[in-house]
């Protein structure tokens, strides 16, 4: 769009006047948008879709927006620095032509259209054109937006979930890992109960350990005996880190299922991924045992995944320029250790 708007510049420009034009206007290269006598280009800005001044706008009132809102656009961005958004948006404000800006206020499109009108929420009126988003937003929350089964089912097993605390737990996970954890938080990773109940299967039973157990997600993550030294690794690991602390039986199998909670340690992010990443690999094992038959050893095939999550994990924080990060991360316990660029995993 910015090349089409540049090939347009040199055959001549008109003049914006009316509000439709003005909204679709680009912010940058532009003639009429100067700061210290010339035009500019963020591609920042660009790069989150802010180009034209109508994104920089409300799509129903009249008027900018205010910085906060500015900056949700860039939460995507994994190395945002707020203070230059800031500074920039301040440059946008003080180079767009005061004959705009007061358009933009007035918007008489909007004027002329618009419709007065309440809301009632809990016994209390809102007019609509200072309505904030929250409020709204905490009325779906309470009265429309449905709890999802799960709860009920892990609520029926005997745990206590900290809801909150296991949203907010992605920190340096992966898409994967991601969508692994809300998989398994949602029980809906298949297995053969699932399978039975459906006609499927015409045994429910886990085939990769002998006790005849039924396959629940629950059996498969943790109570499978064929995943015994995983799990006695992953507690030899806990309790290297909790020596002050230690931890219960009842708080392992939580962490098995919804994760190792958030903390302000250095090791923390450590923890998160070894128990993300130990049921992507136990579940990835049990794939390879259905599909083709092969059991292959969950310690080998976690250690590896881990391996090479890691590495990949410290390349993309030091392109990022974020290196010292993977030091505090990673760097302050015995479980891994770098030689040059090479990183080693000590896990055993």
Known sequence: MLKAWRDLRAQGVFIPEYINDILNQPIFDNPFIIHNAKSFYFQNYVNVGLIKVCDLCYNILPGILPYEAILDSFYDEYDVNSKSVKNQFDVILKALPKEWIDKLKINSDFAENSIECQLVIDENSYDLSNLRSGVVYKFFTDNVFKD?????HWESNGFNVEWKQVWKSVSMKSSECIDNDFKIV????????????????????????NDLSDETLLHMIFKCTSIKPLLNMIQDMLEYFSQNTGFTYDQFKYWMIFGYPIR??????????????????????????NKNGII????????????????????????KGFGHKFTLMFLSHP??????DNVYVNID
């Open 335 to 340: 479980y891994v250790k770098l030689d040059g």
């Open 264 to 289: 302000k340690e250095n090791n923390n992010v450590f923890l998160i991924l070894v128990f993300s990443i130990a049921t992507i690999s136990i579940i990835r094992r049990r794939t390879l045992y």
């Open 296 to 319: 292959v050893n969950v310690c080998t095939l976690f250690k590896r995944m881990f391996i090479n999550y890691i590495k990949n994990l410290k390349y993309y924080l030091q392109m």
């Open 186 to 209: 949602h029980n809906i990773i298949w297995n053969n109960l699932k399978l039975y109940n459906i006609n499927i299967l015409d045994n429910p039973c886990c085939k990769l350990c």
């Open 148 to 152: 999802p089964t799960c709860i009920s």
